[in-house]
């Protein structure tokens, strides 16, 4: 006993010790420009953060086209879901939901059980997806719930989740268990496709469709659907950006690789142990947000790459606009 034990206590002691030497592993661009990033201010720290938009503390609101006017205010703990060249959607964490024009009038208002986290809308319709897994679809003009469906469990969530999408005769739901649902405009469920099938961290954190090719991603896999083929890119996900007919997918260990619709790989290009935060296409290039504190541009070929230092790490909750990032109090211009 005393021998095992004795062997048990140097088995810890070794672990301790290889625990305590492993150095974590840093983003160091052998290059930096000597450009500074002309980096502005915001009017108060960023509060709550969707894809479509945040919201600051002080309750000023910023949608993808930029800050929102200064009379429309949100309270404490709304996020807003999406914001369109007339009308707002946020939901608050107890999920009191509202449906406001630029104006700051409400359209809609309407309590649930839980947080919404996802939102889109189109004319009078309103897609909605909860925090515990169900999708909506009302007719705000009416107030008629057209589609209540609760999806599996989810036990655990990221962050980001995408929007729904309006087509011309149907709806894409994303959910938070790794699934893409088709509903039709009268509330009616078509099919469902797994995107994923990982039991954490699982919900569609991005949707598109490009041409006649429907894209979705977790932060796991990513599946490419077209009258063709259907076919899936396995990865560690953390951003994909999708400009014409290529596909750029940005991974957990500094890769960002050049797909086509059909997610096969063109190029791929190694910033090694870069952190991607946030990314966006602007004037022709990438650009990527390094956790950090750097911001990465790229030609859409990946041919020529060009980094920059921040005034700070990016450790906190980020927004990207059509051509800005935002974080805690600041805001980066994109040229």
């Known amino acids: 006993m005393k021998k095992f034990q004795t062997l048990l206590m140097s088995l810890l002691f070794i672990a301790t010790i290889s625990g305590c030497s492993t150095k974590r592993q840093y983003f160091e661009p052998t290059t930096i420009q000597n450009e500074s990033v002309a980096v502005n201010r915001l009017t108060s720290d960023i509060d709550n953060v969707s894809i479509n938009g945040a919201i600051l503390k002080n309750g000023n609101a910023i949608s993808k086209n930029g800050l929102l006017s200064e009379n429309i205010k949100f309270p404490?703990?709304?996020?807003?879901?999406?914001?369109?060249?007339?009308?707002?959607?946020?939901?608050?964490?107890?999920?009191?939901?509202?449906?406001?024009?630029?104006?700051?009038?409400?359209?809609?208002?309407?309590?649930?059980n839980e947080?919404?986290?996802?939102?889109?809308?189109?004319?009078d319709?309103?897609?909605?997806?909860?925090?515990?897994?169900?999708?909506?679809?009302?007719?705000?003009?009416?107030?008629?719930?057209?589609?209540?469906?609760?999806?599996?469990?989810?036990?655990?969530?990221?962050?980001?989740v995408a929007s729904p999408i309006f087509m011309s005769s149907i709806i894409i739901f994303p959910t938070l268990d790794g699934k893409i649902v088709i509903v039709d405009k009268n509330g009616n469920i078509i099919r469902d496709v797994?995107?994923?099938?990982?039991?954490?961290?699982?919900?569609?954190?991005?949707?598109d469709v490009v041409?006649?090719?429907?894209?979705?991603?977790?932060?796991?896999?990513?599946?490419?659907?077209?009258?063709?083929?259907?076919?899936y890119y396995n990865g560690e996900i953390k951003d994909?950006?999708?400009?014409?007919?290529?596909?750029?997918?940005?991974?957990?260990?500094?890769?960002?690789t050049l797909a086509n619709l059909q997610l096969q790989k063109i190029k791929s290009i190694n910033f090694k142990f870069a952190i991607f935060s946030a990314s966006t296409i602007y004037n022709e290039s990438?650009?990527?947000?390094?956790?950090?504190g750097y911001l990465i541009k790229t030609d859409l070929?990946?041919?020529?790459?060009?980094?920059?230092?921040?005034?700070?790490?990016?450790?906190?909750?980020?927004?990207?606009?059509?051509?800005?990032?935002?974080?805690?109090?600041?805001?980066?211009?994109?040229?």
């Open 76 to 112: 404490k703990d709304t996020t807003l879901l999406n914001a369109s060249s007339d009308n707002l959607v946020a939901s608050s964490i107890d999920g009191n939901l509202t449906v406001k024009n630029k104006s700051g009038q409400i359209l809609f208002q309407r309590s649930f």
């Open 240 to 256: 994909v950006v999708v400009d014409k007919n290529n596909v750029y997918i940005l991974e957990k260990d500094g890769t960002i």
């Open 286 to 292: 990438l650009y990527a947000i390094e956790k950090t």
């Open 115 to 123: 947080a919404i986290v996802s939102a889109a809308f189109d004319d």
């Open 301 to 335: 070929s990946l041919d020529n790459s060009k980094v920059y230092k921040l005034n700070s790490s990016v450790e906190d909750k980020i927004f990207t606009g059509i051509n800005e990032f935002y974080y805690k109090d600041y805001t980066i211009k994109l040229k």
């Open 194 to 207: 797994v995107v994923s099938s990982e039991q954490f961290f699982n919900n569609v954190v991005f949707l």
């Open 125 to 160: 319709k309103l897609a909605l997806l909860s925090a515990q897994n169900k999708i909506y679809l009302i007719d705000i003009r009416t107030n008629e719930t057209l589609l209540e469906f609760e999806l599996s469990d989810v036990y655990a969530q990221n962050a980001r």
């Open 211 to 231: 041409d006649n090719t429907m894209l979705a991603a977790t932060a796991k896999k990513i599946v490419s659907i077209s009258p063709e083929k259907t076919v």
